[in-house]
């Protein structure tokens, strides 16, 4: 049974900086592409960034290029998100994602199938 268990979410400070985790369960990690969405009240899911399974290759949404590095441990089979600069429009419900498919490429956002519960960010100017 695929788990996704989303940590390190708070509040704080325009230009401040959080990271977040996501432990993930049933499944090979290490061949998995993983990725972070996040969803604020009102608006649509979106992607923030992507990471390949052996690779690791990144990928990320514009609005967050510069400012957000994916990261992933697949000793640990956590993967990581460090948020630098936050801005207020940063608030939102980060999850993390899985797809265990194999082929295509991990920053098509559309491919993810599993979701974890997610983790609150806020961000007060």
């Known amino acids: 049974q695929v788990q996704l268990v989303e940590s390190g979410g708070g509040s704080v400070q325009a230009g401040g900086s959080l990271r977040l985790s996501c432990e993930a369960s049933?499944?090979?990690?290490?061949?998995?592409?993983m990725s972070w969405f996040r969803q604020a009240p009102g608006k649509e899911r979106e992607g923030v960034a992507a990471i390949s399974a052996i690779s690791e290759i990144t990928y990320y949404t514009d609005s967050v290029k510069g400012r957000f590095t994916i990261s992933r441990d697949n000793a640990k089979n956590t993967l990581y998100l460090q948020m630098n600069s936050l801005k207020p429009e940063d608030t939102a419900m980060y999850h993390c994602a899985v797809d265990r498919r194999l082929g295509g490429t991990c920053s098509d956002f559309s491919r993810y199938n599993y979701w974890g519960q997610g983790t609150q960010v806020t961000v007060s100017s």
């Open positions: 049933g499944y090979i990690f290490s061949r998995a592409c």
